[in-house]
């Protein structure tokens, strides 16, 4: 089965305290049964969730399915109130979004 092209690109985990729900595991199952290409964890101020994420992501890949790309993000509120959602395209952008937080 060819996945869609559709890629989630703010999804809080339960890493996110009083938002979000699910496990980083449960968000990567959801994901592939779904069909999505990617899935982006970005939890508030945090990457806590994308380890679990990974390892979710890999397990479905040593079972022979097919498995969302993770994207790695974090979601910041500023100051005046608006949400501002980070991903991370690369390594350096890996490395300065955790410089951030």
């Known amino acids: 089965m060819k996945l869609p092209d559709y890629a989630e690109l703010h999804c809080l985990s339960n890493f996110s305290f009083l938002r979000g729900a699910s496990t980083p595991a449960e968000l990567v199952a959801q994901a592939q049964q ?4 990617a899935l982006a964890i970005t939890d508030e101020c945090s990457l806590a969730g994308i380890v ?3 390892q979710a992501q890999q397990a479905l890949i040593k079972a ?3 498995a969302p790309q993770l994207i790695i993000g974090s979601e910041f509120r500023l100051a005046c109130g608006l949400r501002l959602v980070l991903l991370a395209c690369n390594r350096e952008g890996y490395g300065n979004l955790s410089a951030l937080i």
Do not use: S, T
């Open 64 to 66: 022979g399915r097919e």
């Open 52 to 54: 679990q994420a990974w």
């Open 34 to 37: 779904r069909g999505y290409r």
